[in-house]
C-alpha cells in the first residue's frame, strides 16, 4: 500500500511576501549593479580619448609647446619636436586647463591628424585619467545606496579621490 502524500496548503501571506521582497531585493541590486557599472566605463570611454596617446608615446610625435595665446577655452603656440631634424609647426592648439598657463612650456604629444596637442608625461596621464575619478566617485554613491556595499564603496571613493588628488598635484 502506497501511503497518502500529505496535503500541501496554499501558501501563507507571510510566504508571498517573503518571495516579493527577494524578489525586489534581486532587482534592485541588478538595477543598481548595472547602474554601477554603466558609470565605471563611461568614465574609461570619457579619459580613452587622450589616455593611448599618452600612455603609449612610442612611435608618436612628440615635443614640446611654448604657449603664446589663451582663448575662451584653447591656447596655441609654436610646437618644437623632440626628434632630431623633424619640422616644427608655428602654430598648435591644447586645451585650456588650470594648469596651461601663458609663456610657460609644456611636453606634449601630437594627436593625430591635426593640430592638437595633450599633455604627455605623469601630468598629462594623471590627467587624462581624471574622468575615470570622476566616475568612480560617483560609482561609488550608488554602490553604497543601492548595492549596500560600504567597504566596496569606500574603496571606489578612496581610488577616485586618490586619482582626482594626484592629477591636481601634478599640475
Request: aromatic share 6%.
Amino acid at each position: 500500500m502506497i501511503p497518502a502524500m500529505p496535503a500541501t496548503a496554499a501558501p501563507s501571506s507571510r510566504q508571498a511576501r517573503q518571495v516579493s521582497g527577494s524578489a525586489l531585493r534581486f532587482g534592485r541590486v541588478a538595477v543598481m549593479g548595472v547602474v554601477a557599472v554603466l558609470i565605471v566605463v563611461a568614465g574609461v570611454w570619457g579619459s580613452w580619448r587622450t589616455a593611448p596617446y599618452v600612455m603609449l608615446t612610442k612611435g608618436r610625435e612628440r615635443g614640446t609647446i611654448e604657449v603664446t595665446r589663451c582663448d575662451g577655452r584653447a591656447c596655441t603656440g609654436p610646437f618644437t619636436p623632440l626628434a632630431a631634424g623633424a619640422p616644427g609647426r608655428p602654430r598648435m592648439v591644447i586645451e585650456k586647463t588650470a594648469a596651461v598657463r601663458k609663456g610657460r612650456s609644456y611636453a606634449v604629444v601630437v594627436l593625430p591628424g591635426g593640430d592638437e596637442v595633450v599633455r604627455s608625461g605623469p601630468a598629462g596621464v594623471l590627467y587624462a585619467w581624471v574622468p575615470l575619478g570622476g566616475a568612480l566617485l560617483l560609482a561609488s554613491v550608488v554602490v553604497a545606496g543601492g548595492l549596500r556595499r560600504t567597504r566596496v564603496a569606500w574603496v571606489l571613493a578612496g581610488s577616485g579621490v586618490a586619482l582626482l588628488t594626484a592629477a591636481f598635484v601634478t599640475m
